[in-house]
């Protein structure tokens, strides 16, 4: 399965750096798509020219995911998710919030935790607080390294 | 509540709006599946009322030459205890699924002869961490993160970046291993066993030295140690000494433990109840005396050797080879499950029962050894426990 990642969007672009969006390259495009900041039919080239419709029917599938994005980018795949709860136990905020359940191993002991397991499945709540959240974001990876099947991402990687 | 989906025993399982929290997408399956199945008794091959069924089953037990019992990994230590009292009272066989898995390393433990400890204290003391042949992430979900790698513990606070070291030794790469810091992918458990015996003493191993070495140095480093052994592990090794040996010389460098990754969430509490009655663990003939190999539930199968087999919370023609299950249809089989399976499918007398941690309350003795207690939260089916006691009664 292809990763949603600015360089794969990239080469699935024109790549004619033609500027009818307001950016300087498709690179740069590619990487505000995964942003959020720009979307995808501001590409005319890609939307107009019929040679395209194969690329612009594959960056379709590859931004889907994006749709259900948290605030902060998160991408849930709850078909890959097996509720381990290592997501829970090494986020350093639900560490922080809850002391006594999500870091010693437990489940969530209150309501101020951002993952917790509902049904088997990982989600996301109070996104306001993740680290990744707002402009001076730091781009943690608790998550998304102890999760071996991938069942999280973030769209910015 | 407490989940008894897998041996790792969750405790903190909550329910609220007909949805499971915490639970690992195994408990969830087990949770609400038992919320949701609904199977009727049957008594050769006719839906009959629970009563008539338990009737039928103890008439077929009544009449049997060579009876057997088979199971119990997944019911409390109650009914387990009532399934020992029946197998003494028939002069039956008794047997469970621990003479094919964690049996043997087990009985090294209650003989005292490896030194074990329990999944808290590796929660707050383990720096070091092997699964040797085992996948938790599949076979026990929430035991990395509940137990050994991710939590903080009392003096392990710094999380697993810093103060928690996680090896896998297996022959492939699995998902836990993709968590691991480090990985070793070895064709041959036992000569692997030797070459970090020979490290620890201070020899140049005949092969794997590169990983040998690291594995011991970074045993050395630590403070306590632990070895969780799976499967891999069980049949890989053809000498339990050599194992022992190992341990002895890893507890020389540091304190070190191991603990079995047995699956059943109550395996180790039917070998400690029938170990505190007979001395033996598994495998057990009572009209014999002894426990012997050719008495293990699958090579009484291969010989023929049973008539009637009472098998509670198990489904053996799913788990076992072809050629071994295919016999279990030749015996008149008794089935208690909470759930349809393979073996209801050929069952002569099927009784559905409560799951254990949902309908049935009780004990169980997780496989580290300690006890957990757990509530029944719904009483609508009859228990394995009140079945057996029935069965126990009329016999």
Redesign the interface.
């Known amino acids: 399965m292809v990763k949603l990642s600015p360089m794969n969007l990239y080469q699935l672009l024109p790549k004619t750096n033609c500027k009818e969006c307001g950016e300087q390259t498709c690179m740069a495009f590619a990487f505000k798509l995964v942003s959020r900041e720009r979307e995808l039919v501001e590409c005319r080239p890609l939307m107009e020219d019929s040679k395209y419709a194969q690329q612009k029917k594959e960056l379709e599938e590859l931004l889907k995911p994006l749709e259900d994005a948290t605030e902060t980018g998160m991408i849930i795949y709850p078909e890959r ?6 997501c ?3 986020c350093p905020v639900n ?1 922080s919030e809850d ?1 006594h359940g999500c ?6 002991k209150n309501d101020r935790v951002i993952l ?6 990982v989600q996301a709540y109070n996104v306001s607080t993740c680290r990744r959240f707002g402009k001076n974001k730091i781009l943690c990876n608790g998550c998304i390294v ?1 999760c ?2 991938r069942a999280i991402e973030f769209a910015e990687g | 509540m407490i989940c008894t989906g897998c041996a790792c025993l969750c405790d903190d399982i909550e329910l609220e709006n007909g949805k499971v929290h915490n639970a690992c997408i195994k408990g969830v399956a087990l949770i609400k599946k038992a919320q949701n199945t609904h199977f009727t008794p049957v008594a050769d091959g006719r839906k009959v009322d629970g009563e008539k069924a338990i009737d039928e089953a103890i008439t077929k037990i009544q009449n049997s030459e060579n009876f057997a019992i088979y199971g119990l990994d997944t019911v409390p230590l109650r009914a387990q205890q009532i399934a020992i009292d029946i197998a003494k009272k028939t002069e039956g066989y008794i047997d469970d699924a621990s003479s094919l898995c964690m049996g043997v390393f087990v009985e090294e433990i209650l003989l005292e002869r490896i030194k074990s400890t329990t999944l808290e204290e590796v929660r707050d003391r383990a720096d070091f961490t092997l699964y040797w042949g085992a996948d938790p992430f599949n076979s026990h979900p929430r035991h990395i993160s509940r137990f050994t790698y991710y939590p903080r513990g009392q003096f392990r606070q710094k999380g697993w970046e810093e103060d928690r070291y996680l090896a896998v030794v297996d022959i492939r790469e699995s998902y836990t291993s993709k968590l691991a810091k480090k990985i070793i992918m070895v064709e041959n458990d036992e000569e692997f066993i030797q070459s970090l015996i020979d490290v620890a003493n201070g020899n140049t191993p005949s092969a794997y030295l590169r990983d040998a070495v690291e594995l011991i140095t970074r045993i050395k480093k630590s403070e306590f140690g632990v070895m969780f052994g799976g499967l891999g592990l069980r049949y890989g090794l053809s000498d339990i000494g050599l194992l022992k040996n190992l341990l002895d010389e890893l507890n020389n460098l540091t304190e070190f433990y191991f603990i079995p990754m047995g699956c059943h969430p109550n395996m180790r509490g039917f070998n400690e109840l029938l170990f505190a009655s007979v001395g033996e663990l598994n495998s057990y003939s009572f009209r014999d005396g002894i426990r012997d190999s050719t008495f293990s539930f699958s090579s009484l199968l291969t010989k023929e050797q049973i008539d009637t087999i009472l098998i509670v919370g198990a489904d053996p023609v799913a788990s076992l080879p072809f050629e071994i299950a295919s016999k279990i249809a030749k015996a008149n089989v008794i089935l208690l499950d909470p759930c349809p399976s393979y073996t209801s499918k050929i069952a002569d007398v099927v009784i559905p029962t409560s799951v254990s941690g949902i309908g049935a309350g009780g004990e169980m003795i997780r496989i580290d050894g300690k006890k957990i207690k757990f509530e029944a939260h719904s009483l609508e089916e009859i228990t394995d426990e009140y079945v057996l006691k029935r069965i126990e009664e009329a016999i």
Do not use: M, Q
Not at chain 1, 81 to 86: I, Q
């Open positions: 998710c097996v509720g381990c709860g290592n829970v136990v090494a560490v002391p870091a010693i191993g437990l489940g969530p917790r397991i509902v049904d088997g499945k102890t071996p099947t």
